[in-house]
């Protein structure tokens, strides 16, 4: 089977997705580029999780054209291989529903950014992509061009997006966001928010980026 390792992997992080409940039932999208043949390897349209053979998950180029895999991929599909297109650093794509940051994903001027947690992922507010509709090639384009060089941002009442250079690394940012998404909004309703300043939000991202974790 082809990128059969690579087809599995995916499997495993919508598991552990569905597990951290970053997505209700088949929502969300998530995939995979094979440094070596380039190819994408994605999750199908609205197939659960749990039922997923490596078979399953289809294996497209970057400019959209189904390479082996008998099911239909997500439909957004655009979405990711846009991604990949715009970034070449970019080699795993998480898309996610999760309650918190869809909830800011509704609100005007996306999510501010006031913890130290959120500055080491994006470097200040998280933006918020305009809504277009799901699966449409307008959606990759304000979507790939909103988040920018960041590894995260919101799409308009609709959900996040995480991206990575690996897939295990935008898991964990989409875990990440959804935490920070959560904190957020709690403490908006206590009151009396202390945002954290541009400046010490770039600050903490670079140190984040060079100091964080092993080499």
Known sequence: MLLEK????VIEIA??????????????NF??????TGYVCITPSGMPYETLHPS?????????????????PSIEMPLHTAMYRRRPDVFGVVHTHSTYCTAWACVDGGMPCITSEAAGLVGGNIRCAAFVPPGSD?????????????KAVLMGN???????????????????????????YLAYQMGNVNTLEDQMCKFLKEDTD??????
Not at 16 to 26: D, G
Not at 138 to 150: C, K, P, Q, R, W
Not at 210 to 215: A, E, L, S
Request: net charge negative; proline share 2%.
């Open 158 to 184: 609709h959900g996040a997006i995480c991206i990575d250079e690996t897939i295990d690394k935008a898991y964990n940012d989409a875990i990440v966001l959804e935490e920070s998404a959560k904190v957020a």
């Open 138 to 150: 307008e959606l990759a384009e304000v979507t790939s061009e909103a988040i920018g060089d960041d």
């Open 210 to 215: 060079q100091n964080y974790g092993q080499k």
């Open 6 to 9: 690579e087809r599995t992997k």
């Open 56 to 72: 399953d998950i289809v294996v497209v180029s970057i400019d959209n054209q189904i390479i082996d895999g008998e099911r239909r």
């Open 31 to 36: 995939s995979l580029r094979d440094p070596e």
């Open 15 to 28: 598991l552990k997705i569905q597990k951290e409940k970053l997505i209700p039932l088949t929502f969300g």
